[in-house]
């Protein structure tokens, strides 16, 4: 079992509508939750991060985390073609050593 | 100017060669890292360095080396390039927080191909 795992996609959408993503872990030791952005040929950005279950907003973004269910996901409100991407969900745990893993990323396609 | 930059932007070398790839920073940040990227594997942790005289190895440490310099610069090597070492590398940098709260800055990546 991978570490930290998410569909590879592509998830296509509409415009306007909802993008759903998802990513689980497989340590429960694990603290702090992250969604990175990444453009082709581009390097990752931070889109937000979550620590706490639940939910948490920003503008049109909505992460989700349920720690007992070892899930976290992220929602996209008004799908714009511009968030076409790929996203990476990233998880660090607090253990012996230092582990921030990211997952493989899945590839979302907003359709014009 | 970018807060995290990467030199050379873009590496064609052959097998058997040494190569150096260059990270520098202007965040302040103490901690810092190298990754590679590959298609279907995602991002892999190479080494990292919490501070100039602290330095980690990371998932894929084999066949790579590294050398903190300084706060703000971190250079990783490659000793004698071999063409499954081909990839995207990316370095980020973090502030390093209580907690595990480490969001990551990362850089535009230095592209690599071994032949």
């Known amino acids: 079992q991978k570490e930290v795992e998410q569909n590879s996609g592509p998830l296509s959408v509409p415009e306007g509508a909802i993008a759903s993503l998802n990513c689980t872990y497989s340590?429960?030791?694990?603290?702090?939750f992250f969604w990175y952005r990444q453009y082709s040929g581009k390097s990752p950005e931070l889109i937000m991060f979550?620590?706490?279950?639940g939910d948490k907003e920003d503008g049109r973004f909505t992460a989700q985390l349920n720690k007992a269910s070892q899930y976290v996901s992220l929602l996209i409100r008004d799908s714009q073609p511009s968030d076409s991407a790929t996203y990476l969900c990233?998880?660090?745990?607090?253990?012996?050593?230092?582990?921030?893993?990211f997952g493989t990323g899945t590839r979302l396609k907003v359709l014009a | 100017d970018a807060d995290v930059t990467q030199t050379p932007r873009n590496r064609i070398t052959k097998t058997g060669k040494r190569i150096m790839l260059e990270c520098s920073q202007t965040?302040?940040?103490?901690?810092m890292y190298w990754y590679r990227q590959d298609p279907g594997l995602g991002l892999r942790l190479i080494y990292y360095?919490?501070?100039?005289?602290?330095?980690n190895k990371g998932e894929i440490s084999d066949g790579y080396s590294v050398s903190r310099q300084a706060q703000a610069k971190f250079s990783l090597s490659l000793e004698s390039a071999i063409p499954n070492q081909t990839a995207l590398y990316f370095c980020?940098?973090?502030?390093?927080?209580?907690?595990?709260?480490?969001?990551?800055?990362f850089g535009p990546g230095t592209r690599l191909l071994v032949l």
């Open positions: 979550i620590y706490s279950n």
């Open positions: 965040k302040g940040h103490d901690r």
């Open positions: 990233a998880v660090n745990a607090r253990s012996g050593t230092y582990k921030y893993i």
């Open positions: 340590d429960r030791g694990s603290q702090s």
């Open positions: 980020a940098t973090s502030p390093g927080r209580a907690g595990g709260q480490e969001t990551q800055y």
């Open positions: 360095s919490f501070d100039v005289k602290d330095i």
